[in-house]
């Protein structure tokens, strides 16, 4: 399984960026999916997450009401929509494969990462 992370780019506080993950791989449709961000010098963090059948997603107390994530089956690719953006939001955005874990926002409960894509939020 691969991942392709792609949308990221400069935007100013309070715009919006849509981020893509498209996956490879036929059974897209069985994968719980995660959104993750890693800012220079700090751990990798929880964003968003989404259930295998999009019925359930999850959300760091930074970004709900802000971010939404969603899934498109038919072109096996998850998206990050985000809104209202703020400068502490600038980081490399990574999404992946849940493949375990107590938490949904567990770093360690996932695998098969994507090469992540940097977005950066002026002031």
């Known amino acids: 399984v691969q991942l392709q992370a792609s949308g990221g780019g400069l935007v100013q506080a309070g715009g919006s960026l849509r981020l893509s993950c498209a996956t490879s791989g036929r059974t897209f449709s069985s994968y719980n999916m995660g959104w993750f961000r890693q800012a220079p010098g700090n751990e990798r963090e929880f964003v968003a997450a989404i259930s295998w059948n999009g019925i359930s997603t999850y959300y760091a107390d930074s970004v709900k009401g802000r971010f939404t994530i969603s899934r498109d089956y038919a072109n096996n690719t998850v998206y990050l929509q985000m809104n209202s953006l703020k400068p502490e939001d600038t980081a490399v955005y990574y999404c992946?494969?849940?493949?375990?874990?107590?938490?949904?926002?567990?770093?360690?409960?996932?695998?098969?990462w994507g090469q992540g894509t940097l977005v950066t939020v002026s002031s």
């Open positions: 992946a494969i849940r493949i375990g874990g107590s938490t949904w926002s567990q770093r360690e409960g996932y695998d098969y």
